[in-house]
């Protein structure tokens, strides 16, 4: 059976997300969310594929900011590791006044935002959960927060209208 690929829009992607629980903020065609279990904070990048259908969504997740003189061969080495215990996303280093910011990211090749696209969203988002555990064990504490009950909850959340949110396919970030 083929698929149809459209256009994905935005509020699509907020839409599940604020679904499965995470706290939302939207500004143009990116995403701030919050889960808040771990009060670990995410953005969410949708990418329009060229031809105007279908679409990637980049999720990133800060990690730690480094000064230019931590960003040694031995460090990029970790980075770049087979053996460094990150199986699916990938780190980035982006430059800054401060020296770098080190970033986990995944993505979500999106066609139509069937069952399937879901599925691939929320397998994403778990991968990047569980990659930034093993980020812990590689370097130490991490600027992205370990849960805490007790931790404060991201304000100016837009409240999402439950009779617009798509179906989801059930699953639920891992832990």
């Known amino acids: 059976m083929n698929t149809i690929e459209r256009k994905i829009e935005i509020s699509e992607i ?12 939207l500004q143009g065609n990116t995403i701030t969310s919050t889960d808040p279990e771990t009060n670990l904070k995410m ?48 780190f980035r280093l982006v430059p800054n006044k401060q ?5 986990l990211q995944n993505f979500a090749k999106l066609q139509n935002m069937g069952p399937e696209d879901i599925d691939d969203i929320l397998s994403s988002l778990s991968y990047l959960f569980a990659d930034v555990e093993a ?6 504490e991490i600027t992205a927060p370990r849960p805490d009950k ?26």
Not at 54 to 69: C, D, I, P, R, S
Not at 99 to 103: F, R, V
Not at 154 to 172: E, H, L, M, Y
Request: proline residues 2%; glycine residues 8%.
């Open 14 to 25: 907020e839409n599940l997300l604020a679904k499965e629980g995470a706290l939302i903020e």
């Open 99 to 103: 020296g770098y910011s080190l970033i």
């Open 43 to 90: 953005t969410h990048i949708l990418v329009q594929d060229n031809d105007g259908v279908g679409a990637v969504l980049f999720n990133t997740m800060a990690l730690k900011q480094l000064k230019k003189e931590e960003v040694s061969s031995e460090f990029c080495l970790k980075l770049l590791s087979i053996e460094n215990g990150i199986n699916t996303s990938n």
């Open 150 to 175: 007790n931790a404060p909850k991201a304000t100016n959340i837009k409240a999402v209208d439950s009779k617009t949110q798509p179906k989801s396919t059930g699953n639920k970030k891992k832990k």
């Open 135 to 140: 980020s812990r064990k590689l370097f130490g």
